[in-house]
């Protein structure tokens, strides 16, 4: 299987599967057919706390899909944006895990397989926080601010 083309500068990165493979959810391995994805795009803040969320996607592989695909539910800035994230290292407080992001993306994985579905992650990873602790670590990584915008763009 060849290997993923790299992120570009200035490119999002779309939609990752985060399933415990190291393939790409667009990719084929040889010999193998392709089949449809049934995607469902779930808010992380309308499933509430991770809790609650065994029910959640019981009722979403239920209706016949085979994937969730989060949106982002890292730490947001101050705007309270989920698209602009202060850290990729906590979770959302709302989702109520006082774990890394890491250990928290790891449970929701495990919880999707339990409930039959793939989980994917919805991120623009140069969308954060002007306050961000990755832009304050390496400014390096992003142009300068415009005026109104409070997310970091990545060089």
Request: aromatic share 8%; hydrophobic share 45%.
């Amino acid at each position: 299987m060849g290997q993923e083309p790299p992120v570009q500068a200035g490119r999002s990165l779309g939609v990752i599967d985060f399933d415990r493979t190291a393939t790409s959810f667009f990719a084929k391995p040889s010999g193998a057919a392709r089949e449809a994805a049934n995607i469902y795009h779930l808010h992380p803040l309308v499933a509430g706390p991770l809790s609650l969320w065994p029910d959640t996607l019981a009722r979403i592989a239920a209706m016949g899909f085979s994937h969730v695909c989060l949106a982002p539910p890292f730490e947001p800035g101050s705007s309270g944006d989920i698209f602009i994230h202060a850290t990729f290292e906590r979770l959302h407080p709302a989702l109520g895990f006082a774990g890394s992001a890491a250990q928290g993306l790891a449970l929701i994985a495990e919880l999707a397989a339990r409930a039959g579905l793939r989980a994917m992650l919805d991120i623009a990873p140069g969308q954060i926080a002007a306050g961000s602790s990755l832009r304050q670590h390496h400014p390096d990584w992003f142009g300068p601010l415009d005026a109104g915008r409070s997310a970091g763009v990545w060089r």
